[in-house]
């Protein structure tokens, strides 16, 4: 093959695509395709519909005595200091006592952490990390010699008591 075969071989499809585009677009110049009728789209006119308004009970202004302070005591001067609120405190609730619990024993797998409790009245209580014992404390933490208990900001520790021995045997 010569060199000019090779750019016709080359150039042909484009040239293809050309004429064909070209020859489409004389046939619609010509008028093919003015014949088609489009059916007439009908619009059904809409109704605008506005919902009657609530009539509500006309609010009473104020007197302008009520805005004397305002316009007496502008916002921003040296002087000003903030009004007084009578807010009464939060009346501070007591942290209940840990005194009646003794950690007497701590399970501790893979699978779940338990805390055994006894209780002053001898109720002995199994708590998983995140419940809340009966006064209200939850278990926070549990490790292997100690728990962690939370109560609102109170942080409390309770270790594993261990009897020692005496020093002397009878």
């Known amino acids: 093959m010569n060199k000019h075969q090779e750019i016709l071989k080359a150039v042909?499809?484009?040239?293809?695509?050309?004429?064909?585009?070209?020859?489409?677009?004389?046939?619609?110049?010509?008028?093919?395709g003015s014949q088609l009728n489009w059916p007439e789209i009908k619009r059904t006119?809409?109704?605008?519909?506005?919902?009657?308004?609530?009539?509500e009970a006309a609010e009473i202004s104020p007197s302008l005595e009520k805005y004397t302070k305002i316009w007496s005591e502008p916002l921003f001067t040296p002087g000003r200091i903030p009004d007084k609120i009578d807010i009464a405190p939060e009346p501070v609730k007591p942290v209940p006592s840990m005194t009646g619990y003794v950690l007497t024993g701590v399970i501790v797998t893979q699978q779940f952490k338990i805390a055994l409790l006894k209780a002053s009245t001898g109720e002995v209580l199994s708590i998983k990390e995140g419940q809340l014992l009966p006064n209200g404390w939850r278990l926070d933490?549990?490790?292997?010699?100690?728990?962690?208990?939370?109560?609102?900001?109170?942080?409390?520790?309770?270790?594993?008591?261990?009897?020692?021995?005496?020093?002397?045997?009878?």
């Open 12 to 32: 042909a499809p484009l040239a293809y695509t050309a004429g064909l585009l070209g020859m489409l677009w004389i046939l619609f110049f010509c008028g093919i």
């Open 45 to 55: 006119p809409q109704v605008l519909t506005i919902a009657p308004r609530q009539v």
């Open 141 to 170: 933490k549990i490790s292997e010699r100690q728990i962690e208990l939370v109560y609102e900001q109170d942080r409390r520790t309770i270790e594993i008591l261990i009897p020692k021995l005496p020093l002397r045997l009878p």
